[in-house]
C-alpha cells in the first residue's frame, strides 16, 4: 500500500503540468537575440529563465503559449542612466522645488510610478544615477521591486553622489541658510574614502562623481569646463571603490572633467559632450564605458538658453561630433538616457533614432542597450542575450526594428525574470 502511494507520488512528479512547472512558449515571429536576427523561433521559458531558442513557430501542446506573430523579440532592454527620484529639472527652479517642496516620501511614491512606467516600455533593467537629495530611497525601491513588493526593472543604485563643497545646487541662498543638497558634499582625498564607505553602507551598487562644471566653448568646437575634483581627490574616490569591488560613474561633459575621470580610471563616463582624441584612445585602453545621454541635451537645451546659457545650444552640435569620434575610436558606447532628467511621461527609447541619426546602425543601438549595458553592470551571465541560462528577460515589438529603430517606441510585449507585465503605459 505504502509503496504504491509511493510510485503515484513519484509518478505525478514526473508528469506536471507545463504551467505548473511554470513553462512557458513565447511564439515569436523574429528574433534579435543579441547577435544575429533570424525568423520565426520558440523562446521556452522555464520559471525565471530562458531554457530553450528553437527555430520554427511550433509550440507544444499545453502549458502556457503566448503567440507573439508578427513580432521581433528582443532581450529585455537597460537604461544605464535614469533618475527615477526626479520629474524634470530643465531650470533651476524646477529643481529647488523638488527638494525644498516635496518630501523624500512623496518623491519616493513618485519614483514608484516611474519605474512601473519604464518596465512597461521594456526596459527590464536601468542603473539609476542618484537621488538628487532624496538620500537612500533609491536602495528602498531597488530592494522592494527585488522582493516583489512593486513592479519595476531590476536596478543597480548609486544613491546620493559626490560633488566638492559649493558645486551643486541648491546654491545661491543667503549664507547663514543651511540648504538641502543634490549630492554629498565631499573634500580631499580622505574625504572622498569616507564617503565612498558611507554609501557602499548604505546599500549602493555604484559610486557616481560629478567632475565638472560651468561650461563654455572655446577654440574649434573644444568644450571648456571646470574640473570639480582634483585629481588626487579622484583617484582616492576610484581606489576605494575599486577595493571594495564596486564601480564609479562620472558625470563627465566637457575637457578636464573627462580627462582627469580617464586618467583616474573610472568604469563609465556619462554625457561626455566634448572628449578629447588622447582620452578616447585611453577609453579604449581601459576599457571605460562611454554613455552619451542625447536625447536629454536636446531636451534642455532650449528652456537652458532661455535661462541665460546659450552655451547648451552649441553643446548638442559638439556631442553629435564627439559621439561620431567616439564611434569610429572603438570606444564602448552604452545606452542611457538621464530620464528623470526629462519628464517621465517621454519614452527613453527615443535615445536610439539620435544613436541611429548620429552614425550607429540600428543593430549598435540595440547592442549598447543589452550586450555592451549588461558587461557594463557585471551581468553579462545573466542578461543582455536571448540564450538558454539567461535570465527571461524579454520584449517584443510589431515588425522589423533593426528597419526602423522607432519600432523601440512600441514595446507590445514585456518579460522580466519570466514575469510578464502589461506593456506601453503612457
Ligand atoms: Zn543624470
Known sequence: MRLTLALLFFASLALPSAAEDGVQWLRCGAVWDGKTLSGPAVIEVAKDRISAVTPGSAA??????????????????????????????????????????QSPEYRTILATVNAKRILSWGFTTIRDLETEGAGYADVDIRNAIDRGV???????VA??????????????????????????????????????????????????????RSYRVIANGVLDDIPTFTLDE???IVDETHRQRHKIASHATALHGVHNSVEAGVDSVEHGDYIADEDLKTMVQKGIYYVPTLYVGEYVAEGRAKEGAPV????????????????????K?????????????INPAREFELMVKDGMTAEQALRSATVTAAEMLGWSDRLGTLEPGKLADIVAVPGNPLEDITRLEHVSFVMKNGVIYPAGDR
Open 312 to 331: 547648451w545650444l552649441e553643446m548638442n552640435k559638439i556631442h553629435e561630433q564627439t559621439f561620431r569620434r567616439a564611434l569610429k575610436a572603438g570606444v
Open 150 to 156: 512593486i513592479p519595476g526593472p531590476r536596478m543597480q
Open 159 to 212: 544613491t546620493r553622489s559626490m560633488d566638492v563643497t559649493g558645486a551643486y545646487p541648491l546654491l545661491g541662498y543667503a549664507p547663514q541658510l543651511s540648504m538641502p543638497k543634490g549630492v554629498q558634499e565631499v573634500d580631499g582625498a580622505d574625504g572622498g574614502r569616507r564617503a565612498v564607505r558611507e554609501q557602499l553602507s548604505h546599500g549602493a551598487d555604484w559610486i557616481k562623481v560629478y567632475s565638472d
Open 333 to 345: 558606447i552604452v545606452f542611457g538616457t538621464d530620464i528623470g532628467g526629462f519628464d517621465w511621461h
Open 60 to 101: 507544444p501542446a499545453g502549458g502556457k503559449s503566448v503567440d507573439l506573430s508578427g513580432q521581433t523579440c528582443l532581450p529585455g532592454l537597460v537604461d544605464s542612466h535614469t533618475h527615477v527620484l526626479l520629474q524634470g529639472d530643465i531650470t533651476a527652479e524646477d529643481y529647488a522645488n523638488q527638494l525644498l517642496k
Open 234 to 236: 579622484m583617484k582616492a
